[in-house]
């Protein structure tokens, strides 16, 4: 089953504009990551946050978690064409060794 | 360092028919996971190894899914009998054991069953 649902599902901005994309979860983590899927390759690990930790940046990438909430949010800024891509939330957990589950996904289309 | 290699990359076989895909993880990554992506949906977690043995398969469909990780390193996945909706890209990845960090993803295959 999926943990976590993103949102929109969907999302198309211009080059240089923000986008934001948010996931919920349903249970406890230890952490929350970030990956990215171009379309037909494999996933690509964007960056990941403890559960103990409210924000983090990494380049263009800026990463919340809310864990009162169960919900976290990518905000990619100055978007690129290259940015184009499937991007998902996956959650850690450890029940005896750690799983990552997967979200729903959200659609980015950066336009030239 | 290599990353993940998996194959083949791209199968087509009709229904009922049996097929298997091979995984070989990052060298030193004891944790080992098969994931099921259908078009359009996240990736679903069908069984996870650690080392040879499985911690996992609570959503692998064992009357047709099976896997197995011999000595801990290289796995492989079957279906059989595959069915149309067995049709989606399968995706390995590997990760430190106990780490909770990153997990490390293969190109996938495609599998099509018409």
């Known amino acids: 089953s999926q943990q976590g649902e993103e949102d929109p599902q969907a999302l198309s901005i211009q080059e240089g504009e923000n986008a934001t994309m948010n996931c919920s979860y349903k249970t406890s983590i230890n952490n929350l990551q970030w990956y990215r899927q171009n379309s037909g390759r494999g996933l690509v690990h964007l960056i990941l946050i403890r559960s103990n930790e409210r924000e983090k940046h990494s380049g263009r990438l800026r990463v919340t978690l809310d864990t009162s909430k169960k919900s976290s949010s990518l905000l990619i800024t100055a978007s690129r064409a290259a940015d184009t891509a499937s991007y998902f939330c996956a959650t850690a957990f450890t029940s005896g060794t750690y799983k990552y589950i997967f979200g729903t996904g959200t659609r980015l289309k950066v336009l030239a | 360092e290599a990353g993940v290699a998996q194959s083949p990359r791209y199968k087509i076989i009709e229904k009922r028919q049996s097929v298997a895909f091979w995984c070989n993880p990052i060298?030193?990554?004891?944790?080992l996971y098969w994931y099921q992506q259908i078009l359009g949906q996240g990736p679903k977690l069908l069984i996870q190894f650690q080392n040879n043995g499985v911690v996992d398969d609570s959503q692998l469909p064992k009357d047709r899914f099976s896997a197995e990780r011999l000595k801990g390193v290289d796995s492989t996945l079957k279906i059989q009998p595959a069915k149309l909706e067995d049709s989606a890209v399968y995706l390995c990845a590997s990760s430190w054991v106990g780490s909770g960090t990153e997990a490390f993803f293969g190109q996938g295959t495609r599998l099509t069953v018409v």
């Open positions: 060298s030193g990554h004891a944790t």
